[in-house]
């Protein structure tokens, strides 16, 4: 997910990556949760299954400001 998400985000050169940082953090039961300057984007707890990667990249992308 980790590096999906840095290679889907990729900047053109000489500009900083609009994602500052990733954070995994283990849980029980493959669960998780991705969040974003802590608003929740997907909760695998309150869905009760896993998604796509592409999923969470789409979502992310709704979050983040346009690279344009």
Do not use: C
Request: charge should be negative; aromatic fraction near 6%; charged fraction near 30%.
């Amino acid at each position: 997910m980790a590096e999906e998400l840095i290679t889907a985000f990729r900047p053109p050169l000489g500009q900083a990556h609009p994602i500052e940082e990733v954070v995994l953090l283990p849980s029980d039961d493959g669960r998780y949760e991705v969040t974003i300057d802590g608003d929740l984007v997907y909760s695998k707890a309150a869905v009760g299954k896993h998604t796509t990667n592409e999923y969470i990249v789409e979502r992310v992308r709704e979050r983040l400001p346009s690279q344009e």
